[in-house]
């Protein structure tokens, strides 16, 4: 006989009984989760959920295979997969909404775990007939060539901070075409000559095999892709298989297997 919620208009608003009641109900809800895990664990790889978190380049395209891989060897287990920024896949795991997490972007936080667990090739790209597409590595001037980025917290953005820092600048001392909020929106907006931007080569392939991006002959550190894991959260015996089978198919393809 509580009410917990007012309508507006079509939709519902919390009373304030209702955000009294809301930290219950979540807590309800956990050890409901909870609960769950431990039947999951007790059925051992037969059944579970796995929440995956990861950043875009990461998430798009380089994580999918192994979910399909993972999916035919356990097709009890459901996976679901949350694509953000590399600062929002951290806040996703840091607050267990996420069992794990891919990045390529450096985490610094004393709760997470943070393993490599393979390499991402970056490289500068312009639109063919963009003044830099024929300059070479000597005559490029950061300071003052339209460069399009990835929104704040993602890593590709991170990786332009760091290449600005070698020649002394830094984001504000370059002038920005546009901050986008995702690797296809960055390279549109390339392809229609905004700018230059750094981008993994597996995000930029396509375009780069059909001139419609130029690589610039400049050198570009190689990056690493991150799994990371809540040190003090438990897991569940699906989440260490999964991460488990990631491992053994990275070791194979380096085994040449």
């Known amino acids: 006989q509580t009410k917990l919620f007012d309508r507006v208009g079509r939709g519902i608003v919390l009373t304030s009984a209702g955000h009294t009641f809301l930290a219950e109900a979540k807590a309800v809800l956990a050890r409901a989760e909870a609960a769950e895990h431990v039947l999951a664990d007790l059925a051992g790889l037969r059944r579970g959920t796995i929440h995956v978190a990861a950043s875009q380049t990461v998430g798009n395209y380089w994580l999918p295979r192994y979910l399909h891989e993972f999916k035919l060897a356990y097709p009890g287990i459901s996976i679901s997969l949350t694509i953000g920024n590399t600062a929002e896949v951290a806040a996703l795991l840091r607050d267990g909404a996420a069992n794990l997490g891919f990045v390529e972007g450096e985490v610094r936080d004393p709760r997470i775990e943070a393993t490599p667990i393979d390499s991402d090739e970056l490289v500068l790209v312009t639109a063919l007939g963009h003044p830099w597409s024929e300059k070479t590595d000597s005559s490029l001037d950061f300071s003052r060539v339209k460069w399009v980025l990835r929104e704040v917290g993602s890593g590709t953005r991170d990786i332009v901070s760091a290449l600005l820092a070698d020649k002394g600048l830094t984001v504000n001392d370059v002038p ?9 929106a960055v390279v549109a907006a390339v392809e229609a000559g905004a700018g230059v931007t750094v981008l993994s080569r597996q995000v930029a392939g396509s375009a780069i095999e059909t001139g419609r991006l130029i690589v610039i002959d400049y050198p570009v550190p190689h990056r ?25 198919c990275l070791q194979a393809t380096l085994d040449g297997t």
Not at 176 to 184: F, K, R
Not at 227 to 234: A, G, I
């Open 176 to 184: 920005i075409s546009l901050a986008l909020p995702s690797n296809e």
């Open 224 to 248: 690493h892709f991150f799994m990371l894991r809540h040190r003090e959260l438990h897991e569940t015996i699906a989440v260490q298989g999964f991460a488990k089978m990631i491992k053994a």
